[in-house]
């Protein structure tokens, strides 16, 4: 499947964020109007796992209040069209939540349909740094533990998975894009988005740098994951203080140490 993209059967995105300022009211407000396109849904809120939930084009959000400020869980079946207009949707919700708080107006359900894939717009589609230090000390962990092809993939696309020749759900995954960012003041939670693989690698920036994540949607993989993790920042550290360092003079442990049966036919 060279070049193949693909969503992974049976996933959806889930997608968490706290509004510390705002009003849990004013966010319901949001949220409806984007969804909806009214400030309360037709059929009203309704009673979920965490708080209330509408649900409107393919997406669920769910409201929960918190003392640090309300919550929003968001999911959705069609995670490869909603993936790349994440950050977009939630940027309309905090726009609407804020104009209900302040009497600023907000877009009249007739200025645009309902929904948040209504008015979807040419999706982004960043260009993977495959210079970076954090992705060649990964490929080289790849090389290292020849890791076959069929268990690595890439996300090179928000939502898209791009393997070689993965026939199922890869075990490592390298995500280029990252999740979306919130709107200023909120916090994101947890974001997973299909295809990330049983162990997710990722290396968002930070004002002190790249950040190394490596985390797995399986509460069983958690552990390894860490250890991946560890080993995944020592390669880095050691690449960044000295670009042609050999890995075989790295005290790098071999793969069945890291993931036991886990393992695919690596070191």
């Known amino acids: ?17 706290i509004a510390p300022h ?46 640090d400020g309300p919550e929003l869980r ?10 790349p207009r994440a950050g977009q949707f939630l940027a309309e919700v905090a726009a609407a939540a804020d104009g209900s708080g302040t009497g600023r107006p907000r877009p009249a359900p007739a200025d645009r349909p309902a929904g948040p894939l209504a008015q979807p717009g040419p999706p982004t589609r960043p260009r993977p740094n495959r210079d970076s230090i954090a992705y060649r000390a990964w490929e080289a962990l ?52 299909p295809d990330t693989g049983v162990h997710h690698f990722s290396a968002p920036p930070s004002p002190a740098g790249p950040r190394l994540k490596v985390g797995s949607p399986r509460p069983a993989e958690r ?20 670009p042609g360092s050999p890995l075989a003079a790295l005290p790098v442990p071999p793969l069945r140490c890291v993931l036991g049966d886990r393992q695919p036919s690596g070191r």
């Open 142 to 193: 790849m090389a290292y533990w020849e890791v076959p092809g069929a268990a690595r993939a890439e996300i090179v696309a928000p939502g898209v998975l791009t393997s070689p020749d993965a026939p199922g759900e890869p075990l490592f995954v390298f995500d280029h894009v990252g999740p979306p960012v919130p709107p200023a003041g909120w916090l994101l939670r947890s974001w997973y988005a």
């Open 74 to 83: 968001l999911t959705c079946e069609d995670a490869r069209s909603f993936a």
């Open 1 to 17: 499947m060279t070049g193949a993209t693909r969503n992974h059967p049976g996933g959806r995105l889930r997608l968490h964020v």
């Open 22 to 67: 705002t009003a849990a009211a004013d966010l319901a407000v949001g949220v409806s109007r984007v969804l909806t396109g009214r400030d309360r849904p037709p059929a009203g809120w309704q009673p979920g796992t965490y708080g209330q939930v509408v649900r409107s084009a393919g997406v669920t959000a769910e409201l929960t209040a918190a003392w």
């Open 223 to 242: 552990k390894r994951a860490a250890e991946l993790l560890r080993t995944w920042r020592a390669v880095t550290a050691e690449l960044t203080a000295a």
